[in-house]
């Protein structure tokens, strides 16, 4: 038997559903149920005369014949998938572009660029989901995502896009009641706002040393942090672009500037396929190229981008 005897959507089928992992996922991911799922990956095992799929497992797992197809299949669907874009988009990227950011980055850094892109791209429909959860790109049919620190995902294809900077920050009410500090020791007489990771207090990194500070508050929000330190709560830690309006304002002050103490470094993620998206290759160029240029002027955040020239 040939494929051509089975429905392209089976094979479609079978290969989302090793991608994601289960019959459900890849349904999310083709539009369609579960079952039309199970039944269109039944159909082609049928046609072929093997069995393609392991069931009873939390996860599908494939038979050697299954993975023997997968291996071919997957390099098909991704060369449809592929040329769909390129008709859809011959007059330039447009669609649907569905995009994920962790809250304090999406909302303090990608937002106020987005306009300039959204600008220059005006057939492409930008859908934004922030949220500071695990997101499976895969499973939950998103195109491109923003992602700080390491990950061990090798479904995705990973450009950094730098270093992030924090900042080390208080109001000018909290600095005149108790003192501004000169010495990263001095922090020890403080009041230091910390961000909370499973529930204890992530030590500061200063000078290339983890620091333990102490502190009455603590939480695993930036947005909690930087509200107590407006409030004249202490001295906060916290990503320079959440903290960048309060300190042109002068609502907050840098201390301890000779410190720099780095944060973990930004990536723009994407589902690895042979043929990239024209409507997801001009976001990551863009997200690199603003992210390149404000890194140049001494790290992100320090504006919204300029306006960037359309490609074809």
């Not at 989302?16 to 579960?34: D, K, N, Y």
């Not at 922030?130 to 995705?156: A, K, P, Q």
């Not at 930036?222 to 320079?240: F, H, K, S, V």
């Not at 990551?284 to 300029?306: I, S």
């Amino acid at each position: 038997m040939t494929l051509i005897q089975e429905p392209l959507a089976g094979l479609g089928a079978f290969v989302r559903t090793l991608e994601t992992g289960s019959f459900s996922a890849a349904a999310r991911a083709l539009g369609v149920s579960p079952s039309a799922v199970s039944k269109s990956v039944a159909r082609l095992e049928g046609r072929l005369g093997a069995l393609l799929l392991q069931r009873g497992t939390r996860r599908l797992q494939p038979t050697p014949e299954g993975l023997s197809l997968f291996e071919r299949g997957q390099r098909i669907v991704s060369e449809l998938d592929a040329a769909q874009d390129e008709l859809r988009e011959s007059k330039g990227p447009r669609g649907p572009l569905h995009v994920t950011a962790p809250m304090d980055l999406g909302r303090h850094w990608l937002v106020p660029r987005l306009p300039a892109f959204l600008a220059a791209y005006p057939l492409i429909q930008c859908a934004l989901g922030l949220t500071d959860r695990f997101i499976d790109l895969l499973e939950e049919r998103v195109d491109v995502g923003l992602r700080m620190g390491e990950s061990s995902d090798t479904r995705l294809v990973r450009r950094r896009l730098g270093e992030s900077r924090a900042v080390i920050c208080a109001s000018p009410t909290y600095l005149r009641r108790h003192g501004t500090p000169r010495k990263v020791t001095d922090l020890q007489r403080h009041a230091c706002l910390a961000y909370l990771r499973d529930g204890q207090r992530v030590p500061w990194r200063l000078d290339g040393q983890p620091v333990d500070v102490p502190g009455p508050f603590a939480s695993d929000n930036n947005e909690a942090l930087l509200a107590l330190a407006l409030a004249g709560g202490g001295i906060a830690r916290i990503p320079e672009f959440v903290a960048t309006q309060a300190l042109a304002s002068g609502r907050l002050r840098a201390v301890l500037g000779e410190v720099h103490p780095p944060g973990p470094d930004v990536f723009v993620v994407y589902p690895e396929r042979r043929h990239l998206s024209p409507r997801v290759r001009v976001f990551v160029d863009f997200v690199a190229e603003a992210f390149a240029r404000e890194q140049a002027r001494g790290g992100p955040a320090k504006g919204p981008g300029t306006r960037p020239r359309p490609r074809k």
